[in-house]
């Protein structure tokens, strides 16, 4: 395999080391970081993407999914007319995006594909491309290709159907992303009693693993909540929402009353209860939105008073 990879970033570095052997080249956005990146990971750098898919016979597209249909009709117009088409296999590694993107490409005779690795890359890592699921896509000879590289890797191929790609991508930025964002507003109101972020981290991170670890003996996730909205403590979320900061509330509210359905399909609340909770929780979500709404009305008052100020030149 010559492994080629266009926009090497964390997912594509990431491909490099597990394959290090197999790469034949890389192109990043500029020639200075393609430059450094072909240093770091002593690989052959490449100033021209048409040049690079010609030496290579696996090409992944590891950029934006905003860049790659553009990226795929500048690479089609420069390999229009050659004849190794066929005998070539380009994917692209977005979650969300299906194979329309790459359809410049295929019209060539490229067979085209996607893999996406179900993990988080904060920083390159052969090792977080190991031992996960890898949605396979693309057409006969790219999902078999697909599917011996998920395998060398030794993790699990699986398919999503293109009508669906958005909805997988949503469970995964559910998984991944707002876990972050629950995380880092619960270090940001640590913060006030550990005095920095860095000790707020260290006092959460033993509940943020007993709660992982209780997650990993279950295979029905949703078994595993806890807290007072689990139990239908009504009274201590009306505290909880007396007290939070303005910008937590929103979020509080809209966790919560996904908390409260969850609960109520593991049974440790009633039907009762649950409508008490996601009742309370939308009057303080509306009293919040109101307040937002009154202070942007406000703010465009005060915008147009000024312009008005300034027009008569008083």
């Known amino acids: 395999m010559r492994l080629g990879i266009i926009g090497a970033g964390r997912v594509g570095a990431s491909f490099m080391l597990a394959f290090p052997a197999a790469v034949a080249g890389i192109l990043c956005s500029t020639k200075e970081h393609t430059q450094q990146k072909a240093e770091r990971f002593h690989v052959t750098p490449y100033d ?3 040049a690079l898919i010609r030496h290579c016979d696996i090409i992944l597209l590891t950029v934006g999914d905003d860049a790659l249909a553009p990226l795929s009709q500048s690479l089609a117009a420069e390999l229009d007319g050659e ?3 066929a005998q070539k296999c380009i994917f692209h590694c977005s ?15 490229f067979h085209t594909g996607s893999l996406h690795p179900l993990q988080s890359f904060a920083a390159p890592s052969a090792e977080r491309l190991q031992g996960i699921y890898i949605a396979v896509d693309g057409d006969e000879r790219a999902k078999a290709e697909a599917v011996r590289i998920v395998r060398a890797l030794g993790s699990t191929p699986f398919f999503v159907p293109p009508e669906e790609r958005m909805l997988y991508h949503a469970a995964a930025c559910f998984c ?5 964002t629950a995380l ?11 005095g920095d972020d860095a000790a707020a981290a260290q006092a959460l991170l033993p509940l943020v693993e007993g709660t992982m670890a209780n997650v990993r003996q279950r295979d029905l996730w949703r078994t595993a909540l806890t807290g007072p909205v689990s139990r239908g403590d009504i009274g201590t979320v009306r505290k909880h929402l007396a007290v939070l900061p303005d910008d937590f ?3 509080y509210c ?3 009353a996904a908390a409260a359905g969850i609960a109520l399909k593991n049974g440790t609340i009633t039907a009762q209860r649950h409508t008490m909770l996601t009742r309370i929780l939308a009057m303080a979500e509306g009293v919040q939105h109101e307040q937002k709404s009154n202070q942007s009305d406000h703010s465009k008052d005060e915008e147009r008073r000024n312009a008005d100020f300034h027009d008569h030149g008083l």
Request: charged share 15%.
């Open 184 to 194: 880092a507003l619960a270090q940001q109101l640590m913060q006030r009693w550990t």
């Open 48 to 50: 021209d993407g048409a």
């Open 249 to 251: 509330v929103r979020p």
């Open 95 to 109: 979650g969300a995006a299906d194979l329309s993107p790459l359809a410049p490409l295929a019209r060539l005779g």
């Open 83 to 85: 004849g190794e088409a």
């Open 176 to 180: 991944s992303n707002y876990v972050v």
């Open 254 to 256: 809209a966790f919560g």
